[in-house]
């Protein structure tokens, strides 16, 4: 089993950035393809970013892309989101996600474990 815990969210106002962490434990996620999804209250969980096991295949939704930036430390055992130009819409809960049959990365049911989310609040 792993164990993911999110952290860096919080609140900032439209145009600013934040960084938001994703620390695993229980197993190496050397092997594992990590994602970013986040869920607004009354919206369904929507996919944010992808990440394979080696990082050399990243995916963005259209959303968020050039404005997010998924990274990956094997080594420390963590995923990152850099989110700049932050904008109202981004608001949600972001949740850390891992998965080892991960084939269609921004379906949800793809993965296997979760965090238990941190929230993002961008104010107008």
């Known amino acids: 089993q792993v164990q993911l815990v999110e952290s860096g969210g919080g609140l900032v106002q439209a145009g600013g950035s934040l960084s938001l962490s994703c620390a695993a434990s229980?197993?190496?996620?050397?092997?594992?393809?990590m994602s970013w999804f986040r869920q607004a209250p009354g919206k369904e969980r929507e996919f944010v970013a992808t990440?394979?096991?080696?990082?050399?295949?990243?995916y963005y939704a259209d959303s968020v892309k050039g404005r997010f930036t998924i990274s990956r430390d094997n080594a420390k055992n963590t995923v990152y989101l850099q989110m700049n130009s932050l904008k109202p819409d981004d608001t949600a809960v972001y949740y850390c996600?891992?998965?080892?049959?991960?084939?269609?990365?921004?379906?949800?049911?793809?993965?296997?474990?979760w965090g238990q989310g941190t929230q993002v609040t961008v104010s107008s």
């Open positions: 996600t891992a998965g080892q049959r991960v084939r269609l990365h921004i379906r949800a049911e793809q993965y296997d474990y």
């Open positions: 229980g197993r190496r996620i050397s092997s594992y393809t």
């Open positions: 990440i394979t096991w080696s990082g050399s295949d990243i």
